[in-house]
Every structure is written in structure tokens, then in C-alpha cells.
């Protein structure tokens, strides 16, 4: 079941990590809603205390019963953003290259996510 809906609101020109968009935008949000992450965003609890980032398993040592516990939790509410991130890629925006006029790129992107959330509306 999909719940909540996909919401653009920074792009940037080039190759940017996301989480480079993220530091950069953090200052300008009026509110600090909790963030579902991965592990591709350590570092982001000195940022904002509301974000939920699985723990990494040390090397040679297994992760604690609480800590797989909690990485199960954490991945439980992360499948509908990656079932959204699936949606966008059958528009071929994420998972090409986009080799049309860039000024029209975030025009376009918008669109999908329209789409995306209006299919979500009406299910």
C-alpha cells in the first residue's frame, strides 16, 4: 500500500549528491519533518535530531538483536519511498540520461510526480 506523497523542491545543476542537496536546503525549511534515510546519509544526525538512518554492521562483528530490530523498522517505513523512486524510473527520468532541453528538466519531473500523486489520489 502507497502512502504519502512524492514532493520536488530543490534541483541542481550537474552531478550533486543528494545529500549535498539536502545540507544546502536544511537552513531554508520552516519545519523540521523526521527523515527516512539510508545508509548513504551518515553524518546527518549532526544536522537534525529526526532522522531515522539504519546502524551499520561493524566489521568482523554482528549488529545487536536491538539494532537489527530497529534496521527492520527503519526499512518497513522506507518501501513506499522506494516504491516511488520505482514509479519515477518507468518514466525513464531517473534512470537515463535526460538528453532534452535542461530548462524544461524540473518542468518535466514535476509533471511525473503530478502524475504520481493524482495516481495515488484516485486509487
Not at 23 to 48: A, N, S
Not at 53 to 58: A, H, L, R, T
Amino acid at each position: 500500500m502507497r502512502t504519502g506523497y512524492l514532493l520536488n523542491t530543490v534541483s541542481a545543476q550537474g552531478s550533486v549528491h543528494d545529500f549535498s542537496l539536502f545540507k544546502r536546503t536544511l537552513k531554508h525549511w520552516h519545519c523540521r519533518p523526521y527523515v527516512i534515510v539510508d545508509k548513504g546519509y551518515e553524518g546527518i544526525q549532526r544536522l537534525t535530531d529526526k532522522a531515522l538512518i539504519p546502524f551499520k554492521k561493524p566489521k568482523g562483528r554482528p549488529l545487536a538483536p536491538e539494532q537489527t530490530h530497529f534496521n527492520r523498522e527503519v526499512n518497513r517505513r522506507r518501501i513506499p519511498i522506494e516504491h516511488a523512486f520505482a514509479a519515477l524510473k518507468t518514466f525513464k527520468i531517473l534512470s537515463t540520461r535526460y538528453r532534452n532541453r535542461r530548462q524544461r528538466l524540473m518542468l518535466r519531473f514535476n509533471l511525473i510526480v503530478g502524475f504520481y500523486n493524482r495516481e495515488l489520489i484516485n486509487k
